[in-house]
């Protein structure tokens, strides 16, 4: 179930944007426009999912720091009413929607000034062949959704005010399709930075078991990559990693269950330990693991993959990650001009240029509907079924 279009308003430098999405996704564009932005939402929308969205927040400076950074109207036009500040995410699936406003806390009930309060949130279904249905509304005016039967009934589960719904439920059975989008959203996986200083993990001996998903840092890589080799694809690791090291072969240890990774090149009369690579042969490895894993996820999004690589590794790079959309969504931010050209060769789809315009991050030479223009194309949030 791939992601057909991300939409977020209201968030640092993004203030209006709606971005169609493909399997194969390179966003690319000078320092500041907006990459980076971009990045971060598709990952606190996973963490509404995963249960971390208030925490995440958190890590970032706080709600505070999200709101959209240029100017806005304190008022309607239409009214002296004034307009509530809030952050939106949402993505639309191939059969599944969802949104989340969120806003500031009201400071006298709570110490947690960090934390988003959620103010709406919304599941619906559009295949585009009937009328939208919603499975679960959050508000002003209440909360409920529909059970397993179709009814609209009042939610009367848990529910935190700084967390998604799709993190609170708690039997599947009875709300099938927010936990088919919740199993869906939990699968989605980021790669954001692998430490590779003396002391990362990476270049230790590390406990292995099979190790199907490569950690978030990369800690366990020499068990991934094991297993990738027992049971994945070994031979194309095997065959990438000879071609990218000029001959080099891989070569894993295990030494009381503790698992490490070493490089033999035939240059050298000795294989090189993980200790003893650059900070680039890691990452690559590292990258190898992700974008390899013999259980694919629904969306893999790595940013700035490039950091610290040669430019020779490039287009082993890219010939890897057009390889991994065969089998995942893929989402790359990069500032490598040379990468994003050379998956649009292997690929034959065009990279996702970023500009900043009157500090508005916009997507260049596309005219993109803002929220108010989607819901007036599609009134999926504003539909529902008689009962």
């Not at 950690?215 to 095997?238: P, V």
């Amino acid at each position: 179930m791939a992601i057909k279009e991300l939409n977020i308003a209201g968030y640092r430098s993004v203030r209006e944007l709606s971005l169609p999405l493909k399997m194969l996704n390179v966003l690319t564009g000078p320092n500041g426009c907006g990459k980076s932005n971009l990045y971060n939402a598709v990952f606190l929308l996973a963490k509404t999912a995963s249960g971390g969205f208030a925490r995440a927040i958190a890590e970032e400076g706080g709600m505070r720091s999200m709101f959209w950074a240029g100017d806005r109207p304190n008022r309607s036009r239409s009214s002296s009413q004034k307009i509530p500040v809030r952050v939106t995410f949402g993505v639309r699936t191939d059969f599944y929607s969802y949104e989340l406003s969120c806003g500031l806390p009201i400071p006298a009930l709570t110490l947690f000034k960090l934390d988003p309060e959620i103010k709406e949130e919304r599941v619906w279904i559009d295949d585009g062949l009937s009328k939208p249905v919603r499975f679960f509304q959050r508000g002003p005016s209440g909360t409920w959704i529909r059970d397993s039967e179709g009814r609209r009934v009042s939610y009367s589960g848990e529910l935190s005010n700084s967390e998604g719904v799709l993190s609170h439920l708690r039997e599947p059975h009875l709300y099938p399709e927010l936990s088919a989008l919740s199993l869906e959203m939990n699968q989605w996986r980021f790669y954001r930075h692998f430490r590779t200083d003396r002391q990362s993990p990476i270049r230790s001996p590390q406990v292995g078991v099979r190790t199907a998903v490569l950690t978030h840092d990369g800690s366990d890589l020499a068990a991934a990559l094991q297993t990738i080799r027992e049971n994945g694809d070994g031979q194309t690791l095997d065959e990438e990693i000879e071609r990218t090291f000029n001959g080099s072969r891989l070569m894993i240890d295990s030494f009381d269950a503790r698992f490490s990774i070493a490089l033999k090149s035939p240059a050298l009369n000795r294989p090189l330990s993980a200790m003893e690579l650059s900070d680039g042969t890691l990452r690559y490895l590292c990258l190898l693991a992700a974008l390899m894993s013999p259980r694919p996820p629904k969306l893999l999004a790595l940013n700035e993959p490039e950091t610290s690589l040669h430019p020779d590794l490039l287009e082993g790079m890219a010939r890897m990650i057009v390889r991994a959309s065969r089998y995942s969504q893929i989402w790359i931010t990069t500032h490598s001009t040379r990468l994003a050209e050379l998956i649009e060769k292997d690929s034959g789809e065009s990279s996702i240029r970023l500009e900043l315009v009157k500090g508005e991050t916009v997507v260049a030479g596309r005219q993109l509907l803002g929220r108010k223009q989607r819901l007036e194309r599609s009134a999926a949030p504003d539909v529902d079924v008689e009962e």
